[in-house]
């Protein structure tokens, strides 16, 4: 399939994570979560920033996502400085797999120095096998069989208190890049 409507997405299932989501605000949260990745092959990567809604705007990301197989970790960027475990973590062995993961890293990238390494673009190797929509909620609709919510995609993501419904938005996000790269995997597409 290289394409799918609107309204075959619609009439797909909705997916949810719901698995172990862990936020991660401080040191003992986030030594826990990297014992946790260490061990892990793949790990979805993805990013969210606050909105901007003039010209010329922008903001920085406020929260990076990594799903791995036991837990979706969450980490605020304005609560600790991460940068040093998010360098250590996209640098690392794992393979990272996200959508759109150039401009994730070169947002990131503003804001402190790291090289990455094995960082896999879902929506590359889709174009590159004939898909024609490359987003994560058409491939997951594609290659998954769900649907994901978009409710919570513009909403307040630097805000000090991330609601239930921001946090189950960002862990489903993440999770799915984890799932797209095993389906790709097993379907030759990487």
């Known amino acids: 399939m290289s394409q799918i409507s609107r309204e075959e997405v619609a009439e797909l299932p909705i997916g949810r994570y719901e698995g172990d989501v862990r936020l991660v605000t401080g040191a003992a949260e986030l030594e826990t979560a990297l014992e946790d990745l260490r061990t892990e092959r793949v790990v979805g990567f993805d990013t969210e920033t606050r909105p901007s809604f ?54 990131l990238k503003r804001h402190f120095r790291f090289e990455e390494r094995n960082v896999v673009d879902l929506g590359t190797a889709a174009r590159r096998a004939g898909v024609k929509q490359s987003g994560v909620r058409n491939l997951a609709a594609m290659f998954l069989g769900f649907r994901i919510p978009k409710g919570k995609k513009t909403s307040n993501w630097a805000a000090a208190q991330l609601s239930p419904a921001q946090i189950l938005y960002a862990a489903t996000d993440a999770w799915a890049c984890r799932e797209l790269y095993l389906k790709f995997e097993e379907l030759g597409m990487l």
Do not use: T
């Open 54 to 107: 003039r010209v010329g705007e922008s903001h920085p990301p406020a929260l990076v996502q990594l799903a791995g197989e036991r837990a979706v970790y969450l980490l605020q960027l304005k609560r600790h400085d991460f940068s040093a475990a998010i360098a250590h973590v996209l640098g690392g062995a794992c393979v990272k797999g996200g959508v759109s993961v150039a401009d994730d890293v070169r947002a």
